[in-house]
């Protein structure tokens, strides 16, 4: 079982990067997945989560109308959109499934999910 996160790298501010996040050796389309980003020297956050059926998908507050979290499972793909990137967005950002369905309150807490990816820096310049 493996997650590879790639798609980072520097933009401007306003700009625009698409994060992907490829699976092996297990079917994406049966997990919750998720994104999560950390800053140097800040707490691991999450950052938008998508429910393998029913609801969400769901944001951090900050995030909410600029980054989007899609997948594709003939790929066995999820992606996050970015857009309208800030200075504020710059972090290695993770990419993390759960074995099992998540409790919506627990979506954005780092030990709910069991496999993670190993990471793409993402630096937005002002």
């Known amino acids: 079982v493996q997650l590879q996160a790639s798609g980072g790298g520097l933009v401007q501010a306003g700009g625009s990067l698409r994060l992907s996040c490829a699976a092996s050796g297990f079917s994406l389309n049966r997990y919750p997945i998720a994104w999560f980003r950390q800053a140097p020297g800040k707490e691991r956050e999450g950052v938008s989560y998508s429910r393998f059926s029913g609801g969400g998908p769901y944001y951090l507050g900050s995030v909410k109308g600029r980054f989007t979290i899609s997948r594709d499972n003939a790929k066995n793909t999820v992606y996050l959109q970015m857009n309208s990137l800030k200075p504020e967005d710059t972090a290695v950002y993770y990419c993390?499934?759960?074995?099992?369905?998540?409790?919506?309150?627990?979506?954005?807490?780092?030990?709910?999910?069991?496999?993670w990816g190993q990471g793409t820096q993402v630096t937005v310049s002002s």
């Open positions: 993390a499934a759960a074995q099992r369905r998540l409790l919506t309150s627990l979506w954005a807490l780092s030990d709910e999910y069991d496999y």
